[in-house]
């Protein structure tokens, strides 16, 4: 029998890699969308470019998507990231990393995607510990696109339902790395940094990496990425 | 007093032009959207280009977005326009034509834009008559989207409440019309027609130039677009 179809939101990063990974080990066949959307380095498109590969997904589709048109975000427009900053003071308040939308227009495009091939299952890895702050990361948004999905779309209409699988939402990046890790993700593959070198290496200091080396070092492993000096 | 801001939805067709000549008589700002998407004519880009320029809007964003990437639409792809169908006929079913989750793409985008912006209304030309059986034209599509738009973003965080305005919604064509010509709307420069001729002339047999001609005769009135002989 077909595996059923499945869209999955691949950004190169490790919390998507691994959602990847938990959609094939659920018997999907995995759809990988990956958005160029103006990110301040290509690198994440390679990341993801070389995972998709890896997992054998039956296509990759990187979109472009120009969200620098409209400004507002340190991941997208020309601000400083911040450094160093303890897990506390990441969780309070809106990042400045937050993008204006962003979940809402990328689960959008993968619901058109769905429709086209079939699915009615989107994967997309947000997680609502490490990224309290950002609204389009809570339950209650994914709740509310699910419902929205169901009315928006032929597919909806016709009494299919969507399901939105966000398998991160709760776990800590140390889970998250562990769950990865027992099912063969190669982490060296991915890329988090919001601030890397000119060559790619990864900062250490912004969020994402603090967060990272946290979660390696929480299960003992040494994070296979490249760090600056 | 500055007037608020408000994100319109401008595809350069009869509607939304409408749409924009409310929004801009109800005391709003209006900043147009028009989206890229791989129309079949870049003369529906143009037509907004006139539009956004006739209307003085504060600023008009035109988005490159490629749906075509995803295939599954007579608009974005190269299947057969329907011709010459009664109005009943047109109701009967999802039409070929419906674009999978365009809708809300489209006010994701709009939403993105609001943010950035400062702005909380949204304004979009859908209708519930003529196009009843696109799923992303009905109302209880657009209460999702409203719902969603609070949960999504840092504004709604903030207690800030979305609006998104479809003043078109229950109104027939002849409707529209004459709330346009009201509202002093130049439907010369709005375009329609889903097969245009090379030239730019409407083909008038398609479902959006028989809507469009039978609005304009029931108001009494001569439509002023250029129609093939």
Redesign the interface.
């Known amino acids: 029998m077909e595996q059923p179809r499945a869209v999955v939101l691949l950004s190169g990063g490790l919390d998507s890699a691994t959602v990847l990974a938990i959609a094939r080990a659920g018997g999907f066949a995995p759809f990988a969308l990956t958005f160029d959307y103006g990110q301040r380095h290509a690198i994440e498109i390679d990341a993801a470019r070389r995972l998709a590969a890896a997992f054998a997904v039956a296509r990759h589709?990187v979109?472009?998507?120009?969200?620098r048109?409209?400004?507002?975000s340190a991941l997208t427009a020309d601000v400083p990231v911040p450094r160093d900053r303890s897990p506390e003071a990441m969780s309070e308040g809106?990042p400045s990393t937050?993008?204006?939308?962003?979940?809402?227009?990328f689960?959008?495009?993968a619901?058109?995607?769905s429709?086209?091939l079939g699915a009615h299952d989107l994967f997309i890895g947000v997680n609502a510990l490490d990224y309290a702050g950002y609204?389009?990361c809570?339950p209650?948004?994914l709740a509310?696109?699910e419902?929205?999905?169901d009315?928006?779309?032929?597919a909806?209409?016709l009494g299919q339902r969507f399901h939105i699988h966000a398998p991160l939402l709760k776990l800590t990046k140390a889970d998250i790395i562990r769950r990865g890790l027992e099912l063969g993700v190669d982490y060296a593959l991915t890329t988090s940094c919001y601030d890397p070198t000119a060559d790619g290496a990864a900062c250490r200091r912004c969020d994402a990496c603090v967060l990272r080396l946290q979660g390696f070092a929480a299960n003992g492993v040494r994070d296979p990425a490249r760090y600056a000096p």
Request: net charge negative; no cysteine; charged share 15%.
């Open positions: 589709l979109l472009p998507i120009d969200l048109a409209f400004g507002g809106i937050y993008v204006p939308a962003r979940n809402t227009i689960l959008s495009l619901l058109a995607w429709e086209v609204p389009d809570r209650e948004f509310a696109f419902h929205l999905a009315l928006a779309t032929r909806g209409v």
